[in-house]
């Protein structure tokens, strides 16, 4: 989702800050998966010719998984890929979900539907269907409906934010089926990096010492031992 325009909050879209310099791809624009596939070969063969390491960032494991395994693009022909699947224990990561969902509200996520909220719009496709429009979607119908009950309104929202915290729960699993459906039927080699102690700790600087030394670290160990073609599947777990 995050690479349609706009929404920023919602998809929870990578800052400026966050990018650290480095050109992201695909981002506020509008395509399918098959657009996507072909965007991305011509963009890995022009990083390449600058003697530069393309990532390909999920996310959509749906896409990935198109352009890896289509025999269109020719990808497993054409590439040498190193997968990297960074992990965390469920309930830590659920912990997690359900703060950034608190975060995203504190940061302008009711105001940023309601830009685009449209009572009839189709919230099945497109942009619309990203976890948090429908949910609050809703909430903002039902918000025309109610006049000074300030007490209803919190209790609408309350729900809406609640139905988007189970079903970011819902896509997590899905998307952790799909990871082990592409290791174990694909024949996908994947280096598991398991973070779940990273993410024990709230404070901020804490997080961001452990992610630098134990997750960091050992995924760029990862990909120099790729390019010098000394790539073993490996197992990490981060503490």
């Not at 998984?65 to 830590?92: A, N, R, T």
Request: hydrophobic share 35%; with cysteine.
């Amino acid at each position: 989702m995050q690479v349609y325009k706009g929404l920023d909050i919602v998809t929870n879209k990578i800052t400026h800050g966050e990018k650290q310099g480095v050109r992201h791809y695909f981002l506020d624009s509008d395509f399918t998966v098959e657009d996507f596939c072909l965007k991305s070969i011509v963009y890995i063969e022009n990083i390449l010719k600058t003697q530069c390491v393309p990532i390909i960032v999920g996310g959509s494991n749906s896409y990935i998984e198109k352009l890896v395994e289509d025999p269109v693009f020719m990808f497993k022909h054409k590439y040498d890929g190193c997968f990297i699947w960074i992990d965390v224990e469920q309930s830590v990561l659920n912990r997690r979900n359900d703060t950034r969902v608190e975060e995203m509200v504190n940061a302008g996520l009711v105001d940023e539907v309601r830009q685009i909220f449209i009572p009839d719009a189709d919230y099945t496709k497109g942009i619309r269907l990203s976890i948090g429009v429908p949910e609050m979607a809703k909430y903002l119908r039902e918000e025309k409906n109610i006049d000074g009950d300030d007490e209803s309104k919190k209790m609408i929202l309350q729900a809406s934010i609640s139905s988007i915290k189970r079903n970011t729960r819902l896509l997590i699993c899905n998307q952790l089926d799909k990871i082990q459906r592409l290791i174990n039927e694909k024949m996908w080699s994947v280096h598991h990096i398991i973070v779940t102690d990273v993410f024990k700790e709230d404070r901020k600087e804490v997080v961001d010492e452990a992610w630098r030394n134990t997750v960091l670290q050992p995924c760029l160990d990862i990909v120099e031992r790729f390019l010098k073609n000394d790539d073993h599947n490996i197992s990490i777990e981060c503490t």
